[in-house]
T-cell receptor, first 111, second 110 residues
């Protein structure tokens, strides 16, 4: 089976812009989670979707949002970008509530 | 805030030596997992240990879990250059929601 794919892999934006990242889960996986990784805060949970519904959300401002489509693909959106949003954004999919399989990540740089 | 804390933050060993890293966490868990990350790439799942297990092996990996002390350790035996990476422990604070430690960076010298 193909693994989790994320697009784009790299992105450069300027402050105030918005960005959309995409994640395609492993075939058959209906749960998709998003994480932000920064040198200062480490890996932090953003949100989790299952069957197009957000089931869980981390402590991030409302500028961070996501959605999931009927084919389980997911997107996350960050509006009004700030310098501190520069990070590696990781998507993970899972079949059961234990092991999560991660994609290669999208490296976002905000200038 | 992070649930887990890893120790040490960094580790440098010679090829062939063993590497041990520890993870402590704060709240009760269903399971604990270890992941590897190579140079800012995605995380690779290594091993999962459930709260009712004390020890688990997978190839050159050995994981222990002590729920009374809220701690776990990961041992990599006979390390190789390819083991150079960051290692993270993760606990499930909620279904499908993982809380990660800060990670241990392991460098294996040839």
């Amino acid at each position: 089976k193909a693994g989790v794919t994320q697009t784009p892999r790299y992105l450069i934006k300027t402050r105030g812009q918005q960005v959309t990242l995409s994640c395609s889960p492993i075939s058959g996986h209906r749960s998709v989670s998003w994480y932000q990784q920064t040198p200062g805060q480490g890996l932090q949970f953003l949100f989790e979707y299952f069957s197009e519904t957000q089931r869980n959300k981390g402590n991030f401002p409302g500028r961070f949002s996501g959605r999931q489509f009927s084919n389980s693909r997911s997107e996350m959106n960050v509006s009004t970008l700030e310098l501190g949003d520069s990070a590696l954004y990781l998507c993970a999919s899972s079949l059961a509530p234990d092991t999560q399989y991660f994609g290669p990540g999208t490296r976002l740089t905000v200038l | 805030s992070q649930q887990g804390e890893e120790d040490p933050q960094a580790l440098s060993i010679q090829e062939g030596e063993n590497a041990t890293m520890n993870c402590s966490y704060k709240t009760s868990i269903n399971n604990l997992q270890w992941y590897r990350q190579n140079s800012g790439r995605g995380l690779v799942h290594l091993i999962l240990i459930r709260s009712n297990e004390r020890e688990k092996h997978s190839g050159r990996l050995r994981v222990t879990l002590d729920t009374s002390k809220k701690s776990s350790s990961l041992l990599i035996t006979a390390s190789r250059a390819a083991d150079t990476a960051s290692y993270f422990c993760a606990t499930d604070t909620d279904d499908y929601k993982l809380s990660f430690g800060a990670g241990t960076t392991v460098t294996v010298r040839a």
